[in-house]
């Protein structure tokens, strides 16, 4: 259902996540020849070269100790082996982690800490061995040995090879000079040998080496991903754990957001309405005290009160509304929002298009998000029309709130935006903005489907 206040607009074409495509600088030389060069490239590359030591290092470490923890279980030395294996394993996590993330790029955060039930060394023993994130610290020593292996051949070879025969005719010379050969030998047996010696081979050979060498950017790029998934998968926290954490955090701003909000409204009620029927009690007590000397006097000290009844009133019914308005649990977000807009200082469109509705928890977080993104088009946009689609896409309730304003919204940190991606990340909602400087405005929310 679809509501116009004023004569406002409404659409939903084009994706509604669509982000401006980023532009980089502009390179005369096309990837392919540039990629040898790049600072990137070598990167990848010195972290392939490291990799094969410290993968013996990690692997010679976990094997030799495990086994001995393991040959030692059926004396009580056992234990203790295998927990220092596993926290050795753990600290050399540490130095790949700061390895990928100084040559790779790779921002992977600290697993979770070791957690004790009580103190000791034999409590810290049962958290190393019991600990997810040990094993799978033991399962990368012991996965990226042999693929450290792989790449530091396989780049090597292709690396040198390139090289080589890029420069080839730079250095061939030196077989007739110092070899007693012609050129680079291609095939020979005892009959006949094939040399590289003429120019059309020469250049046949750069050729070649051309060809690896910007090849070879991109296996080491294709090498050095897989390197980036075990390092996230293994050495990083675990999904549960990161949730966890993400729950804790959605909790603590409930937690804050639910205090904010009782401070507000008592705030509200001291600052608002209790002070008008205080001092209302003060002014019929006064009536009162007048009604017979003076009855005109008491009469309109009586009709004052009559006007502050009414303003108290209409204080506690908007601040009611502020709370959860009568609207949205009676008649459903269409008719709420659209109350919401006719109180909006700019012609809103509403398009509503929902089959059932959504709990009573998200819907109303949807009404105060559009009601705050109201606020702000009131208030900072200077647009002349704005509009409000909801929708739902399979189990996400989809928000959009546009305006032909001057643009420049911002959610970062501090601003009223960044407080409601806050609240709407609490429950595993998505806040979008995009607002380029001269406008439009177009903000879309997704928010979970709980029917």
């Not at 059309?200 to 790029?221: C, D, K, N, Q, S």
């Not at 919204?409 to 935006?417: C, H, I, K, M």
């Not at 806050?422 to 979008?432: H, K, M, P, S, Y």
Request: aromatic share 8%; glycine share 10%; charged share 20%.
């Amino acid at each position: 259902m679809a509501t116009e206040y004023g004569h406002g607009y409404g659409h939903r074409g084009g994706s509604r996540f669509d982000e401006a495509d980023a532009t980089g600088p502009r390179h005369r030389l096309p990837a392919p020849l540039r990629a040898p060069f790049e600072a990137r490239t070598w990167r990848e590359f010195g972290y392939v070269l490291l990799g094969l030591p410290l993968g013996i290092l990690l692997f010679t470490f976990a094997v030799t100790m495990v086994s001995l923890g393991a040959g030692l279980l059926i004396t009580f030395l056992g234990v203790p082996v295998l927990a220092a294996a596993l926290a050795g394993c753990r600290g050399l996590g540490s130095l790949e982690r700061a390895r990928a993330r100084g040559l790779l790029g790779v921002e992977v955060a600290e697993p979770e800490p070791l957690r004790a039930e009580k103190h000791g060394a034999m409590a810290w023993m049962g958290a190393v061995l019991k600990s997810g994130t040990s094993w799978r610290h033991l399962l990368y020593a012991v996965v990226q040995f042999p693929w450290s292996v792989f790449s530091f051949v396989v780049a090597v070879n292709f690396w040198v090879y390139g090289w080589a025969l890029l420069t080839y005719p730079l250095w061939f010379w030196v077989f007739p000079m110092y070899g007693g050969q012609d050129g680079l030998q291609l095939y020979g047996d005892s009959t006949h040998s094939i040399y590289l010696d003429n120019p059309f081979e020469i250049t046949v050979t750069a050729l070649v080496g051309l060809l690896f060498t910007m090849a070879t950017p991109w296996i080491v790029r294709a090498l050095t991903s897989v390197d980036r998934v075990m390092v996230r998968g293994l050495l990083g926290p675990s999904r549960l754990a990161t949730r966890v954490v993400e729950l804790e955090s959605d909790r603590g701003v409930v937690v804050d957001t639910a205090a904010a909000d009782l401070r507000r409204i008592e705030r509200d009620l001291h600052d608002g309405a209790q002070a008008r029927l205080v001092a209302l009690a003060m002014d019929l007590g006064l009536a009162k005290e007048k009604l017979a000397e003076d009855p005109g006097a008491a009469a309109r000290m009586v009709d004052e009160a009559h006007g502050e009844v009414k303003t108290a009133l209409q204080e506690l019914r908007d601040l009611a509304r502020g709370i959860h308005p009568a609207v949205l649990t009676d008649r459903g977000l269409d008719a709420a929002l659209s109350s919401v807009a006719s109180r909006c200082t700019v012609p809103v469109q509403v398009e509503v298009d929902l089959a059932a509705r959504p709990a009573p928890a998200i819907e109303g977080i949807a009404y105060f998000t559009v009601s705050e993104l109201l606020q702000n088009i009131s208030k900072h946009s200077r647009a002349t029309r704005a509009t409000v689609d909801v929708w739902r896409v399979g189990n996400r309730l989809m928000i959009q709130v546009a305006d032909n304003g001057v643009g420049g919204a911002d959610a970062t940190e501090g601003s009223g935006l960044a407080g409601l991606a806050e609240r709407l990340d609490a429950v595993d909602g998505i806040l979008v903005v995009d607002s380029p400087p001269a406008g439009p405005t177009r903000i879309t929310a997704e928010l979970p489907w709980r029917g």
